[in-house]
């Protein structure tokens, strides 16, 4: 009992190592009527933001033509013999690791013995010892250590006997795990199979042939038809034909969904970085995600949130479940749907959600909060409200994403495709989300009078011009960088709705500057941070006028002065008591003290910015970080 006890946890150990060590990759896959390395290297550079250790091409000409290394896709490139990779079909990946194991033989495309068939992989095989050990025992030679390798042996192996694609499904059935997957055979060049199991893919349609990639960005140069892949699908694809199959080789009917982000909307358009793109992009992204939602001075969600009105009224608890910026978005969530429908809210990490039992009531809503649709833990926890019985709804950036899939209602925030790692207009638009979402559970359950709801449609209709402004005026903001970005420690503190924003605005400043930066409610502070308060600590307090606890902060505004601190403060224009106090003063526009979180994480994401910047920091693909988490 006890040794089997070990060998679990050992086992769930190597597990999480693995995880850790093989995953969050791009791949792309075409063939055409093109050659395909252009493709490919537009198509991975898109890409970029889900690893950048090391990358590969495959290129199937006859026979498979294999080039890879480590490094960011430019340096691969150069260290590459790219005159080798001629030909109308093949695939290509970009890899991440946290540490270790970033070397050559561990880059993708891997292959089999003979060279015959090439694979791109994202995602964890769990039974990769179980299955490698029996190849072994069969003569097999591996070249790397990742668990990869095994399922090119595995169809070499089941090739043996079978054409190239009952080989793939036939390997496919044996192995357990997550995977996206693209495979080339060289003795069938003219075709490319994709497979999918809990990692994300997606099968484009284009005039001039056909692709698979890992995301949408990828592909929007050449085209914006799409195939969303589902779990345990298995797609044959030749230069002019799409088809799709399950693992016992049933043929599968599919739709192709057709998408008008532009290809421009996936590009810099300029900017220096996607993050400075997408900081800018908020008004209009908030307008998109208002648009069409408001109409005739009421909040209208039509279908997508698949709720009718006595199901509302009859809501008795709602449990918000995110990861990283996603996870405080609900907290703004709890906020608004607490204080203003009145419904009991929890949030929860979807981490901790999955493995718990939560106490689901018969009327309990489950609200999952995602930018990608493909964060492994808020799926997984997600399906478990569904076994459990609870509603699902899910508020999200990508359309047609695995999230969006196993619930029961959606709400797309319309924030476009984010590219850069740290998440911005996806959060404010998810902010725009759940403030409609309040303003509709209180009309419906009569929490706010008329006049309430007419305020709150009015202020979110300024807010694009409001962040408009805040843009404009980001002279003080700039500045803060300017003196401030070689400090190595900050503290964000705010209360209320603003609580969320000093986490958010911490995390910004955390993953695009490496700079140690902790977010805390204001009144937190004296129960033990302000031990850490001296002048090399500059202090953000997210400060706008309100009736509730304005004063307080004020308060602990002189607290951190009377230590010797820095204070930036984030301020409603007009206010004429902390420009007194701070050393620096952010103005933000007037607007309800529920939307004020919406306004004031703008000037913080900037900071974040221009302060990486100063550092010369990689700010749209910082170290460690991937864009899509897709393991746990
Ligand atoms: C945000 O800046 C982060 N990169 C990260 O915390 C992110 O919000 C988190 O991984 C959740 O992603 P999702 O919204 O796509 O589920």
């Given amino acids: 009992m006890l040794k089997n006890h070990w060998t679990i946890l050992r086992k769930q150990y190597a597990l999480s190592v693995l995880k850790v060590v093989f995953d969050m990759c791009g791949i792309v896959g075409y063939i055409g009527n093109k050659e395909a390395m252009p493709v490919?290297?537009?198509?991975?550079?898109?890409?970029?933001?889900?690893?950048?250790?090391?990358?590969?091409?495959?290129?199937?000409?006859k026979r498979i033509i294999i080039e890879k290394d480590i490094g960011k896709i430019d340096d691969v490139q150069k260290k590459i013999n790219a005159s080798l990779?001629?030909?109308?079909?093949?695939?290509?990946?970009?890899?991440?690791?946290?540490?270790?194991?970033?070397?050559?033989?561990?880059?993708?495309?891997?292959?089999?013995?003979?060279?015959?068939?090439?694979?791109?992989?994202?995602?964890i095989i769990e039974n990769y010892s179980e299955l490698k050990e029996k190849l072994i025992q069969k003569k097999h030679v591996f070249r790397s250590e990742t668990d990869t390798e095994v399922i090119a042996h595995l169809i070499e192996e089941f090739h043996k006997k079978l054409g190239f694609e009952d080989a793939v499904k036939n390997a496919l059935k044996e192995v357990k795990g997550s995977y996206a997957l693209g495979v080339a055979c060289a003795e069938e060049p003219g075709k490319l199979i994709a497979a999918r199991n809990e990692s994300p893919l997606i099968v484009g349609k284009g005039k001039n042939g056909m692709f698979l990639a890992s995301d949408i960005p990828a592909l929007l140069e050449y085209t914006n038809k799409f195939i969303y892949m589902h779990d345990k699908e298995i797609a044959v694809i030749t230069k002019d034909?799409?088809?799709?199959?399950?693992?016992?080789?049933?043929?599968?009917?599919?739709?192709?969904?057709?998408?008008?982000?532009?290809?421009?909307?996936?590009?810099?358009?300029?900017?220096?970085?996607?993050m400075l793109k997408e900081i800018y992009e908020q008004p209009r992204a908030i307008t998109e995600t208002i648009d069409e939602r408001l109409k005739n001075g009421d909040v209208v969600f039509e279908k997508e949130l698949n709720l009718t009105d006595d199901e509302i009224l009859k809501i008795d608890s709602i449990k918000l479940i995110g990861c990283g910026t996603s996870w405080h978005a609900a907290l703004v969530g709890k906020f608004m749907f607490e204080e203003l429908a009145k419904i009991p809210t929890e949030v929860e990490y979807a981490s901790e959600f999955r493995y718990r039992n939560p106490i689901l009531k018969p009327n309990t809503i489950v609200m999952a909060i995602s930018q990608s649709g493909e964060t492994a833990d808020t799926i997984a926890a997600l399906k478990e409200a569904k076994k459990n019985g609870a509603k699902t709804i899910s508020i999200c950036n990508v359309k047609g994403s695995s999230i969006t899939r196993v619930s029961d209602g959606v709400v797309y925030t319309r924030a476009g495709p984010e590219i850069g790692v740290a998440s911005t207009k996806a959060f404010t638009t998810q902010l725009t989300v759940l403030y409609l979402l309040t303003i509709l559970f209180s009309k419906k359950r009569k929490t706010l009078n008329d006049k309430q709801i007419k305020d709150m449609i009015y202020g979110?209709?300024?807010?694009?011009?409001?962040?408009?402004?805040v843009?404009?005026?980001?002279?003080?903001?700039?500045?803060?960088?300017?003196?401030?970005?070689?400090?190595?420690?900050?503290?964000?503190?705010?209360?209320?709705?603003?609580?969320?924003?000093?986490?958010?605005?911490?995390?910004?400043?955390?993953?695009?500057?490496?700079?140690?930066?902790?977010?805390?409610?204001?009144?937190?502070?004296?129960?033990g941070p302000i031990a850490l308060i001296d002048e090399h600590m500059p202090v953000v307090f997210i400060a706008p006028h309100d009736i509730y606890t304005y004063s307080k902060i004020l308060g602990n505004i002189e607290e951190v002065k009377a230590r010797g601190g820095i204070v930036i403060a984030i301020a409603t224009e007009g206010d004429k008591e902390i420009p007194k106090k701070a050393d620096h003063t952010i103005f933000i526009p007037k607007t309800l003290y529920t939307l004020s979180s919406i306004l004031a994480v703008v000037p913080l994401q900037l900071l974040a910015y221009h302060i990486a910047d100063k550092l010369g920091r990689t700010i749209d693909q910082p170290k460690n970080l991937a864009k899509v988490v897709t393991v746990e």
């Fill in 471 to 527: 843009l404009n005026e980001d002279f003080e903001v700039v500045n803060c960088a300017e003196l401030y970005h070689k400090r190595t420690n900050s503290l964000y503190l705010g209360r209320g709705v603003n609580f969320p924003i000093a986490l958010e605005g911490a995390l910004k400043l955390k993953e695009v500057s490496y700079i140690h930066a902790e977010g805390y409610p204001a009144a937190e502070m004296k129960h």
């Fill in 241 to 274: 034909t799409i088809n799709i199959f399950d693992l016992e080789g049933k043929k599968k009917s599919f739709k192709i969904s057709t998408l008008n982000w532009s290809k421009e909307a996936a590009e810099k358009g300029g900017f220096k970085h996607f």
């Fill in 40 to 61: 490919l290297v537009s198509g991975l550079k898109n890409l970029e933001y889900r690893g950048y250790d090391s990358a590969g091409f495959a290129i199937i000409n």
């Fill in 85 to 123: 990779l001629k030909g109308f079909s093949g695939l290509a990946h970009c890899r991440w690791a946290t540490h270790g194991n970033v070397t050559k033989e561990n880059a993708h495309p891997h292959a089999d013995c003979s060279n015959k068939i090439a694979i791109v992989h994202n995602g």
């Fill in 460 to 469: 979110i209709r300024k807010i694009p011009l409001q962040i408009a402004s």
